[in-house]
């Protein structure tokens, strides 16, 4: 069965990567704690700039920074939308504060949720 996978690209900065990472296990457990089948988070390792589009273009990404690329998956993208929701109004996001406390520049974030076409 085909599964649905929101995607995230992110640029952290790199004295901050063990917060993101802190805060990723827990935002995880939420995430699986709604109903979601898993949920990954990776750190870019060989990501160079392109010469037209690239992980680090598509941030941003500036000096002292890296780019760190995550997916949730879920059953169905009915599934991901009830799991969402109920993610949203956990208690986890009250406890974030201001976004401005985040160890990432959100604004530089982006995601979407994507059907799968081939699962090996």
């Known amino acids: 069965m ?65 780019v760190v690329f995550s997916w949730i998956v879920f059953k169905s993208r009915a599934h991901r939308d009830r799991v969402n929701k109920a993610v949203l109004a956990d208690p986890f996001f009250d406890t974030l504060g201001d976004p401005k406390n985040l160890p990432f520049d959100g604004q530089r974030m982006f995601w979407g949720g994507f059907k799968t076409i081939v699962e090996a």
């Open 2 to 66: 085909a599964q649905y996978v929101d995607g995230f690209v992110i640029p952290v900065p790199l004295d901050k990567v063990d917060a993101y990472r802190r805060l990723a296990r827990k935002a995880a457990r939420v995430w699986l704690k709604h109903g979601a089948l898993a949920a990954t988070e990776c750190v870019a390792d060989d990501v160079k700039p392109g010469k037209l589009t690239s992980f680090p273009q598509a941030v941003k990404l500036k000096d002292g920074e890296t």
